[in-house]
């Protein structure tokens, strides 16, 4: 019976993302599983269509025309020297570590200066192997700390040890902050080895009991696998996607095997949000159609190619698109930083750091915006900033921000 089921929710999330888009429709998928069920409601604004074959105009656009520009300078005093790789941006705390796996954890106010840092490496109780990935929750000023496949770690923000978030079965990974009660992750690969899958499942997991309080699930013909083999034989590493994208006040799941982009809402209301065509299933080498950044007008996306590009070692083809939601057209964008005189581009790309409020993070390291001083290449508030810094400064952490 679940598996008749499950075939029906199927067909129902793909009948849903075809005419969601047009049309104000409530479908409700009530699952057996006794975890939840899964409600899918279409909204005739929130369903965009896009063919990601065809050709599309170009346009240049102004980051400070679509997006608030805060410039962060880390203090640079002994103690918080480092090599700011941003882990967290919260309401009130940076959160940033450095490349090498030394534990180390530096917590920033949003005005640069060190607060504190703190190191819990180990293998024993309340420590972590590595802190490659991390978020805070700013209701109850917690530090998580993904501790790789192991249990999730939760601080406060003086770096003291609260509890831990099991990873029981079924085993999960890619956590970030829900809301105040809950984290959300989705299903691990492990848990499929050597099945044959037709869904990805995400899940909200308690921050209480560690407890699988509901889940979602994508669904799709055949599970695509993310990688290709380049021109010369050797196998070649696709970059790494992000499942779960902040979105306003919401999330986007993302399964690159469906051709379909869903937003999650704080609800927990389950919405087509983006269907590409062609189908994904049908494309050979695949083209993957990725979140990457959002403003009011703006829907930010990378195209993703498994086909190797030429020009670059273990490279893949890549576009940059974007949706205008104001004039409902596609294009691609290249898009420029204005106190940059020299018009480098920024590219868009999706990165933990985000979160509601933060599109994206950039670090700006301190002797390349010293002799971009010295060319006469900045301007503006990041001209100011870096005529204040030696070569010796921490970096500079632009955060671009949704107006």
């Given at each position: 019976m679940y598996n008749r089921t499950r075939f029906l929710l199927f067909i129902i999330i793909l009948t849903t993302a075809a005419i969601g888009c047009n049309s104000n429709k409530k479908v409700e998928a009530v699952s057996e599983d006794p975890i939840a069920s899964v409600e899918l409601v279409t909204e005739t604004d929130t369903c965009i269509t896009v063919d990601v074959n065809a050709k599309y105009p170009h346009k240049s656009l102004m980051l400070q025309d679509i997006m608030d520009v805060e410039y962060v300078p880390l203090e640079s005093?002994?103690?918080?020297?480092?090599?700011?790789?941003?882990?967290?941006?919260?309401?009130?705390?940076?959160?940033?570590?450095?490349?090498?796996?030394?534990?180390?954890?530096y917590i920033f106010d949003r005005s640069g200066k060190g607060i504190r840092t703190f190191n819990r490496k180990g293998q024993g109780p309340g420590e972590y192997i590595v802190n490659l990935s991390a978020f805070l929750d700013d209701t109850n000023a917690e530090i998580y700390i993904d501790n790789v496949?192991?249990?999730?770690?939760?601080?406060?923000?003086?770096?003291?040890?609260?509890?831990?978030?099991?990873r029981s079965e079924p085993r999960w990974i890619n956590p970030m902050n829900f809301d105040s009660?809950?984290?959300?992750?989705?299903?691990?690969?492990?848990?499929?080895?050597?099945?044959?899958?037709?869904?990805?499942?995400?899940m909200l997991i308690s921050k209480q009991d560690s407890r699988v309080a509901n889940d979602f699930r994508i669904y799709f013909t055949d599970k695509i696998e993310w990688g290709i083999s380049n021109r010369s034989g050797s196998a070649g590493k696709a970059p790494r996607p992000f499942p779960i994208v902040p979105f306003l006040d919401s999330w986007l799941l993302v399964e690159h095997s469906s051709d379909t982009?869903?937003?999650?809402?704080?609800?927990?209301?389950?919405?087509?949000?983006?269907?590409?065509?062609?189908?994904?299933?049908?494309?050979?080498?695949?083209?993957?159609l990725l979140p990457a950044a959002f403003s009011d007008q703006y829907y930010f996306m990378e195209l993703l190619s498994m086909e190797a590009d030429p020009s670059q070692k273990n490279g893949f083809l890549k576009k940059s698109l974007a949706y205008d939601r104001m004039k409902d057209e596609w294009f691609e964008y290249s898009i420029y930083n204005k106190d940059f005189i020299s018009k480098e581009p920024i590219f868009f790309t999706m990165q933990e750091t985000t979160n509601q409020e933060i599109a994206?993070?950039?670090?700006?390291?301190?002797?390349?915006?010293?002799?971009?001083?010295?060319?006469?290449?900045?301007?503006?508030?990041?001209?100011?900033?870096?005529?204040?810094?030696?070569?010796?400064?921490?970096?500079?952490?632009?955060?671009?921000?949704?107006?």
């Open positions: 005093t002994d103690e918080f020297l480092c090599q700011g790789i941003v882990q967290a941006v919260g309401k009130d705390h940076l959160l940033v570590r450095n490349a090498v796996n030394d534990g180390n954890i496949l192991q249990d999730v770690l939760v601080y406060d923000l003086e770096g003291n040890f609260k509890k831990q978030i099991r009660d809950y984290i959300i992750a989705r299903e691990s690969p492990v848990e499929h080895k050597g099945k044959q899958i037709d869904n990805q499942r995400f982009i869903f937003k999650l809402s704080p609800d927990q209301n389950l919405t087509p949000f983006i269907v590409r065509t062609p189908s994904v299933q049908d494309m050979k080498p695949a083209k993957f994206f993070c950039q670090k700006l390291e301190a002797d390349k915006l010293i002799e971009a001083l010295a060319k006469g290449e900045l301007s503006g508030k990041l001209k100011d900033i870096a005529a204040s810094l030696n070569e010796n400064s921490n970096a500079v952490i632009m955060l671009a921000k949704y107006k």
